[in-house]
């Protein structure tokens, strides 16, 4: 069985600040893992992906994620956000990409002027 | 291209009816996934459909059934509504096969029962 944890429901910042959002994953193989981001009555969009190769994977709009196998984790960072920024943060981990996802809680980032 | 499209996008009914949602997935893909978001939670599995046949299904019970249709478009029913069915349904699409590429989500249909 695979589950989730995001270490943090809410994490308030202000513009401009850098941001961290935990997740920790457990799975008895390996994964696949997934940033999703969901805006106020809206679906889910997918924001980055771990498949395989480099560790650290990037999204085009400043955000960053580092796969860590063995703390099992798989962060999401960015240096300096903006307004647009707030909304919800989903990660999510699956056996392949055509298989089921596995979410997180959720943690709600709210960016302040 | 139009990303996955579902339908309607609220609907309100009360305890003990029925409901069908329906979802169209991205054009060209076979895989067609299920998911409930309740208010406050990250969304749970339900059903997995690849080249129409079930290929996986969450812990939910036998009330919630789906199938997909030959053009790989889905529905997911759901009979003798409880007041705890409330919440957003997801419909995700992704190519399946041997494919790497993520599941891709729709807006999703919010349910409210009274």
């Known amino acids: 069985a695979q589950s989730v944890t995001q270490l943090d429901s809410q994490v308030p910042v202000f513009e401009e600040a850098p941001v961290e959002l935990r997740c920790n994953y457990s799975?008895?193989?390996?994964?696949?893992l997934f940033w999703y981001v969901q805006y106020p009555n809206q679906g889910l969009q997918l924001l980055l992906k771990?498949?395989?190769?480099?560790?650290l994977v990037e999204s085009i709009n400043g955000f960053e994620a580092e796969f860590n196998k063995s703390q099992t984790s798989f962060h999401l960072r960015k240096p300096s956000v903006h307004i647009s920024d707030t909304a919800e943060y989903f990660c999510?981990?699956?056996?392949?990409?055509?298989?089921?996802?596995?979410f997180g809680k959720g943690t709600l980032l709210t960016v302040n002027p | 291209d139009a990303g996955v499209t579902q339908s309607p996008t609220h609907l309100i009914k009360t305890r003990g009816q029925q409901v069908t949602l329906r979802c169209s997935p991205i054009?060209?893909?076979?895989?067609v996934s299920w998911y409930q978001q309740v208010l406050g939670q990250g969304p749970q599995f339900i059903f997995q459909?690849?080249?129409?046949?079930?290929?996986g299904r969450g812990n939910f019970p036998d009330r919630f059934s789906a199938r997909q249709f030959p053009n790989y478009s889905s529905e997911l029913n759901v009979n003798a509504l409880l007041l705890g069915d409330s919440a957003l349904y997801l419909c995700a699409s992704s190519p399946g096969g041997n494919s790497n590429q993520p599941q891709h989500f729709g807006d999703g249909t919010r349910l409210s029962i009274l």
């Open positions: 459909y690849y080249e129409k046949e079930e290929r």
């Open positions: 999510a981990v699956s056996r392949g990409s055509n298989y089921k996802l596995t």
């Open positions: 054009s060209g893909h076979k895989s």
């Open positions: 771990y498949l395989s190769g480099s560790t």
């Open positions: 799975s008895s193989v390996s994964v696949y």
